[in-house]
C-alpha cells in the first residue's frame, strides 16, 4: 500500500480542502471494507458518500464536495431525460458512509458488484474525490491515458 502521490494542497486555493492524488492499492476483506488511503481519512473525517460513479468505478466523496455536487445536479432541468437519468443514477446508487476505526469504509455488495470489485480495489485521486476501481478495470484507463499524442488530442477541447 505504499502511494504514489498523497494528498496536495491546490495552489490556487491556498488555505481550502487538499485535493486527492495519487494511487493506492488496497484489499476489500470478506464483510466488504476497504481501507481508505490515510492521507485521505482526514478529508473524509466530516462525513463521506460512495456511489456509482462514470466509467465503471465507485467514486468516494467528502460532503462539502458531495453537497456542491447535489446542488449543480438540482440545478439540471428537469424536462431533461439526461440529467434525470443522471440523478437516478448518482443518487440511487448512493451511500452516506463511514470510517471505522481502522480507516475503513463498508462497501456495500449492490456496490461492490456494479464496480467488480473482487477482492483488490485500487484508489485513484481525483481532485475533489476519490475514484475506487477494480484493478483490471482501471489497468485499462490507465493505458489509455499512457499515449500522450491520444490523450493530447482528448483534451485539447477543454481549455488546459
Do not use: N
Not at 61 to 69: H, I, S, T, V, Y
Not at 135 to 155: E, I, K, S
Amino acid at each position: 500500500m505504499t502511494p504514489v502521490r498523497g494528498v496536495t494542497e491546490d495552489p490556487r486555493t491556498r488555505g481550502s480542502p487538499q485535493v486527492f492524488t495519487g494511487e493506492y492499492r488496497h484489499t476489500v476483506d470478506e464483510k466488504g471494507r476497504m481501507a481508505v488511503p490515510a492521507r485521505f481519512r482526514a478529508q473524509l473525517a466530516a462525513g463521506a458518500f460512495v456511489s456509482r460513479w462514470i466509467d465503471g468505478c465507485l467514486a468516494i466523496f467528502p460532503r462539502d464536495a458531495w453537497d456542491g455536487l447535489a446542488e449543480k445536479v438540482a440545478g439540471l432541468p428537469v424536462t431533461d431525460p439526461g440529467a434525470r437519468d443522471f440523478q437516478r443514477f448518482l443518487f440511487g446508487g448512493a451511500i452516506e458512509a463511514e470510517l471505522d476505526r481502522q480507516g475503513r469504509v463498508l462497501l456495500p455488495s449492490y456496490l461492490r458488484d456494479w464496480a467488480a470489485l473482487d477482492g483488490e480495489a485500487v484508489v485513484v485521486g481525483s481532485r475533489d474525490h476519490a475514484e475506487i476501481w477494480a484493478p483490471g478495470r482501471w489497468d485499462g484507463v490507465r493505458q489509455g491515458l499512457a499515449d500522450p499524442v491520444a490523450l493530447a488530442a482528448r483534451l485539447q477541447d477543454l481549455g488546459i
